[in-house]
């Protein structure tokens, strides 16, 4: 059975999302989830695992930081905070908080996720044999890779299937000590909307932002794998994963709302990609082009 994830940025969007056929909601907070459409606090999450856990959906809550010495003496109040609301899961790589959990003995299910470290079985079947219930693999994988890794293991692997890729964290204020050092005075904040740019690609955008936890670049395109769900699903890959981190609101909602009924499409043996690709093409806002990112290459052109 398909497993449908998406981001959720609020209560409000977790409640539209759920409605549009999400499977399991995605959401986290500061210090311990990076890379979120918006850190929620402990009220929230639980107002959304509520929420969720009525309609017969679930959630994994970001548990995905590079942890330092003060996240790591804060993070057994939250772990025990989340088993107590009812978290379905959590998704973690630092070994020392993971170290942390077994310790707690918590009845919190975690699902391993490393980023670009994820990227064979045998490193996936490691965690396993340590509690893990599931694994998040990279997104510089193939899907040749992903196929192969997924084979050899019992339990899922997340795909990225919508979304942007993250390719550069830094705990630093980046952008700040730029604005320092050249005397300029502005925003770095998601919503101020600021880009790199390749001087030898003038039409590369890749998206940089300041939070909390740091700077963020991401990929210049949205990942998208309409085209290729037919062939997740045959390679027994049905962990989907909808990144809304650059797009709010509704217009998120909309694309989620596809892809629930492309995946009832591939269930029931009716998908057409090119019409789904097309609808969501109509989506898609204007400066984030779609692609496949490293899915479609040959494992030997990545490497």
């Not at 959720?8 to 056929?21: H, K």
């Not at 639980?46 to 929420?51: D, F, H, L, Q």
């Not at 919190?108 to 994820?118: F, G, H, N």
């Not at 499409?265 to 400066?287: H, I, K, M, W």
Request: hydrophobic share 40%; aromatic share 8%; with cysteine.
């Amino acid at each position: 059975m398909i497993n449908l994830i998406a981001t959720a940025e609020s209560e409000n969007q977790a409640e539209a999302l759920l409605e549009a056929g999400v499977d399991t909601l995605y959401v986290g907070g500061h210090p311990f989830g990076l890379r979120l459409p918006r850190p929620l606090d402990l009220d929230e999450i639980e107002t959304i695992v509520r929420m969720a856990h009525e309609r017969g959906k679930k959630v994994t809550v970001a548990c995905n930081a590079i942890m330092h010495n003060e996240q790591v003496s804060r993070l057994g109040g939250y772990l025990s905070r989340l088993a107590e609301i009812k978290a379905d899961a959590i998704t973690i790589g630092d070994p020392g908080a993971i170290f942390t959990l077994e310790q707690m003995r918590l009845p919190l299910p975690y699902i391993y996720d490393a980023e670009t470290l994820v990227t064979s079985a045998e490193q996936i079947a490691f965690w396993v044999k340590r509690g893990a219930a599931g694994a998040v693999a990279a997104r510089e994988l193939t899907l040749t890779e992903l196929e192969e890794m997924q084979r050899k293991l019992t339990v899922p692997v997340e795909v990225l299937a919508y979304g942007p890729t993250c390719i550069h964290q830094s705990g630093r204020p980046l952008l700040t000590n730029y604005y320092h050092y050249t005397g300029l005075k502005e925003r770095a904040d998601k919503d101020r909307g600021l880009y790199l740019r390749d001087p030898k690609n003038p039409d590369s955008q890749y998206p940089i932002f300041e939070d909390e936890d740091g700077t963020h670049i991401f990929s210049t395109e949205d990942l998208s794998l309409m085209d290729q769900l037919q062939e997740l699903d045959k390679a027994g890959l049905h962990t989907w994963k909808l990144n809304g981190v650059l797009l709010h609101g509704e217009k998120f909602t909309a694309i989620a709302r596809l892809f629930a009924a492309a995946r009832d499409a591939v269930e029931d043996g009716t998908f057409e990609p090119a019409g789904f690709s097309n609808r969501l093409r109509a989506f898609q806002p204007a400066s984030r082009p779609l692609g496949t990112g490293f899915y479609l290459k040959n494992p030997d052109d990545v490497k």
